[in-house]
């Protein structure tokens, strides 16, 4: 079993930046990629982001693509997203997640494993 937990989140105004982090423990961390998910009250969750561990190669919705950035430290079992240029719309709870099997990152069934979500406000 990995667990993930996330942290970072908070209330910022928009415009503002938050940086969060999911470090994931248990078994060897050796996921094929690792994603970011966002769920917005009474939406359905949705892709924000991925990393391929092996490769570095990312991936982004086009919302955010240019304002946030994913990255990953593999020696601390940490996964990033560097949130920019927030907006009230980017307002929700942010999901980190692990994938074992390539390929389909942006898609939340894909993935194996999920931590339990921090919460993002942005204010107007």
């Known amino acids: 079993q990995v667990q993930l937990v996330e942290s970072g989140g908070g209330l910022v105004q928009a415009g503002g930046s938050l940086r969060l982090s999911c470090v994931a423990s248990g078994r060897t961390f050796n996921s094929y990629a690792m994603g970011w998910f966002r769920q917005a009250p009474g939406k359905e969750r949705q892709f924000v982001a991925a990393i391929i561990r092996s490769t570095g190669n990312t991936y982004y919705e086009d919302s955010v693509k240019g304002r946030f950035t994913i990255s990953r430290d593999n020696a601390k079992s940490t996964v990033y997203l560097q949130l920019n240029h927030l907006k009230p719309e980017d307002t929700a709870v942010y999901y980190c997640?692990?994938?074992?099997?390539?390929?389909?990152?942006?898609?939340?069934?894909?993935?194996?494993?999920w931590g339990q979500g921090t919460q993002v406000t942005v204010s107007s």
């Open positions: 997640a692990a994938v074992w099997t390539c390929c389909n990152v942006g898609h939340r069934g894909a993935y194996d494993a």
